[in-house]
T-cell receptor
Framework: DTGVSQDPRHKITKRGQNVTFRCDPI?????LYWYRQTLGQGPEFLTY????????KSRLLSDRFSAERPKGSFSTLEIQRTEQGDSAMYLC???????????????FGNGTRLTVT | AQKVTQAQTEISVVEKEDVTLDCVYE???????LFWYKQPPSGELVFLIR??????QNEISGRYSWNFQKSTSSFNFTITASQVVDSAVYFC?????????????FGQGTRLTINP
């Protein structure tokens, strides 16, 4: 169990640029989640995959945001035309499908900190 | 709508003191899960405990203990004989039991500083 891995750890970009983040979940975990955390706040749910299917998206996820999990393994989160309000920590988490399902604790990565200047 | 409130924004104590972090939640679900996570400076959220809505037994794990009271919608966390390594931001979270998605609703967090 190598844990959830996120890349890059930090990203600084200029307003209007596109950015893409990658998440590698724990290998046997079917469920993958993206959360966003702004300074001084708790994480907020963005979207969720079960295998390769994106089953739910938050209203926080505007049209500029898109997430994929093409082969049911790693996932990418892309933000187009970044805005200063997108500056935040983007957290990826995974959990197993079997067992207690929604009761299974999420395993989080270290996050990608995005700064939009 | 679900909501988690952690009224204590910051707590600072001296090492070896006991400290309690408060968590109050709101939900209309009859079945739900409550969690505590720790976020050290490295940023990774570390799972500490899960409790389901049907299990009101308090739990103790080493220096950590949790007090779940449905009557007051509270799920408080106590660290006994605190240590400097306990310094972190602690989050309480709530998950609904419908639809299967692990949509955790987090509180704002409590920043705990243990001074030597």
């Amino acid at each position: 169990d190598t844990g959830v891995s996120q890349d890059p750890r930090h990203k600084i970009t200029k307003r209007g640029q596109n950015v893409t983040f990658r998440c590698d979940p724990i290998s046997e975990h079917n469920r993958l989640y993206w959360y966003r955390q702004t300074l001084g706040q708790g994480p907020e749910f963005l979207t969720y995959f079960q295998n390769e299917a994106q089953l739910e998206k938050s209203r926080l996820l505007s049209d500029r945001f898109s997430a994929e999990r093409p082969k049911g393994s790693f996932s990418t989160l892309e933000i187009q035309r970044t805005e200063q309000g997108d500056s935040a920590m983007y957290l990826c988490a995974s959990s197993p499908l079997k067992g207690q399902g929604f009761g299974s604790p999420l395993h989080f990565g270290n996050g990608t900190r995005l700064t939009v200047t | 709508a679900q909501k988690v409130t952690q009224a204590q924004t910051e707590i600072s104590v001296v090492e070896k003191e006991d400290v309690t972090l408060d968590c109050v939640y709101e939900t209309r679900d009859t079945t739900y899960y409550l969690f505590w996570y720790k976020q050290p400076p490295s940023g990774e959220l570390v799972f500490l405990i899960r409790r389901n809505s049907f299990d009101e037994q308090n739990e103790i794990s080493g220096r950590y203990s949790w007090n779940f009271q449905k009557s007051t919608s509270s799920f408080n966390f106590t660290i006994t004989a605190s240590q400097v390594v306990d310094s972190a931001v602690y989050f309480c979270a709530l998950s609904g039991a419908i639809q299967g998605a692990q949509k955790l609703v987090f509180g704002q967090g409590t920043r705990l500083t243990i001074n030597p």
